[in-house]
Every structure is written in structure tokens, then in C-alpha cells.
């Protein structure tokens, strides 16, 4: 079973966006700004980091989501459509988002229909990280 996060989510906009290219000058740049300064208030720095994660995601997208990932020390992670054979969420590859958002929370559907609503509308990424031997979702 995987834990789903919800980085990437977007607020009541469901268009298509285009993102800027993130070069590797940026990519240096950013992952100094993402590091947190265990001397200032942790309150500051946590809100700092945290805007400066979403304003990469909106601006870079997936790649984006990539160098902060890569800047927690994680980078084994996949895109749905290109999510490997032994993720078990392999079996949803051709899905679009809103699709398997549709086949992943159909258990609980039911019980939560305006959350999975929120999703469909939201979610403009989803993509599977595996950390030691155990998948986690993030839409």
C-alpha cells in the first residue's frame, strides 16, 4: 500500500500549462535556497522552504517536483505512464490523472466523493517514489 502526499496540487485551475525549462544553473541555485537554516526559527524556515518548493513545482512542473525530491535525497521516482512493472500501480500507466484517481480511490469513493472531486480538479502530477522496499503515491 502506498502513501499519497499531494504535492503538485493545483487550486481550482485545470488547464493546460506550459513550464519554463529548469537548467542546471537554476538547479544549483534552487537546491542552496531549498536547504534549511537549522539557526533561524523553524517556523520561518518551514514556510520559507515550503513556498519556494510550490513556486519550483508551478514554474519548472515535473521537473520541478524532480529537484525537490532530489534535494530530500530521493531519486528513485517514476510518472504515471512510465511507472515500472513492479510498482503496483504499473496496471494504471494508460491512465490520464483524472482516470486513475478514478480506478485508485474507488474503494472509498463513496465515503469521501467531494475529496475525490478536489483531486480530479486539482491534481496536475502523479508520479510513485519507492523508498527502500515500500512504494508511496504522490498526486
Given at each position: 500500500?502506498?502513501i499519497?502526499?499531494?504535492?503538485?496540487?493545483?487550486?481550482?485551475?485545470?488547464?493546460?500549462?506550459?513550464y519554463?525549462?529548469?537548467?542546471?544553473?537554476?538547479?544549483?541555485i534552487?537546491?542552496?535556497?531549498?536547504k534549511?537554516?537549522?539557526?533561524?526559527?523553524?517556523?520561518?524556515?518551514?514556510?520559507?522552504?515550503?513556498?519556494?518548493?510550490?513556486?519550483?513545482?508551478?514554474?519548472?512542473?515535473?521537473?520541478?517536483?524532480?529537484?525537490?525530491?532530489?534535494?530530500k535525497?530521493?531519486?528513485?521516482?517514476?510518472?504515471?505512464?512510465?511507472?515500472?512493472?513492479?510498482?503496483?500501480?504499473?496496471?494504471l500507466?494508460?491512465?490520464t490523472?483524472?482516470?486513475?484517481?478514478?480506478?485508485?480511490?474507488?474503494?472509498?469513493?463513496?465515503?469521501?466523493?467531494?475529496?475525490?472531486?478536489?483531486?480530479?480538479?486539482?491534481?496536475?502530477?502523479?508520479?510513485?517514489?519507492?523508498?527502500?522496499n515500500t512504494?508511496?503515491e504522490t498526486?
Amino acid at each position: 500500500m502506498g502513501i499519497l502526499s499531494f504535492l503538485g496540487a493545483n487550486s481550482q485551475n485545470n488547464k493546460k500549462k506550459t513550464y519554463k525549462n529548469l537548467t542546471s544553473e537554476l538547479k544549483d541555485i534552487y537546491r542552496n535556497e531549498l536547504k534549511r537554516d537549522s539557526e533561524k526559527e523553524f517556523n520561518l524556515e518551514f514556510i520559507r522552504t515550503t513556498n519556494l518548493e510550490n513556486e519550483i513545482i508551478n514554474k519548472y512542473g515535473f521537473n520541478g517536483i524532480k529537484l525537490v525530491f532530489e534535494s530530500k535525497n530521493s531519486s528513485n521516482f517514476h510518472k504515471l505512464g512510465k511507472l515500472p512493472k513492479d510498482c503496483p500501480w504499473s496496471n494504471l500507466n494508460d491512465k490520464t490523472n483524472t482516470e486513475f484517481i478514478t480506478e485508485n480511490f474507488k474503494p472509498i469513493s463513496k465515503k469521501v466523493p467531494n475529496l475525490i472531486s478536489s483531486l480530479k480538479e486539482r491534481c496536475k502530477f502523479i508520479f510513485a517514489e519507492k523508498k527502500e522496499n515500500t512504494w508511496h503515491e504522490t498526486l
